[in-house]
């Protein structure tokens, strides 16, 4: 289950919030947590590889059931894997975790960083 967390950009002093963990909408509509969060082509793409996928289970002789089975197959690989690769891109365009002290603990922990520091200041 994917949980959130704040994050504060140091220099202009945006908010915006991180994920980290398994992304079930992205296990059910692959692409379209990345295209909601303004990353177009990345779920663009993740979406017509997940469509990729189920054809050619389709083709591989599987039937109509070889569309879902593949869009859920590329969509657990992508649930998987975005969250993490989303808020450790916030992070490295000098965004910094600003929730509680436990929650960034914790959100460093699930995303394998550290060092990054939490932000000083939560205006």
Do not use: K
């Not at 991180?18 to 059910?28: E, K, T």
């Not at 303004?38 to 591989?60: E, H, Y």
């Amino acid at each position: 289950m994917s949980r959130r967390v704040l994050l504060l950009h140091t220099r202009s002093g945006l908010h915006r919030t991180g994920y980290y963990g398994f992304s079930w909408m992205s296990l059910l509509i692959a692409g379209g947590p990345a295209m909601w969060r303004g990353d177009l082509g990345r779920g663009l793409a993740i979406s017509m590889t997940a469509l990729v996928a189920g054809l050619c289970l389709v083709v591989a002789g599987m039937g109509l059931w070889g569309l879902p089975l593949g869009w859920l197959a590329t969509g657990a690989m992508w649930g998987s894997l975005y969250n993490r690769l989303y808020t450790t891109r916030l992070l490295a365009r000098g965004y910094r975790l600003a929730g509680t002290e436990e929650e960034n603990g914790r959100a460093a922990l699930a995303l394998g960083i550290e060092g990054t520091g939490a932000a000083t200041c939560l205006g």
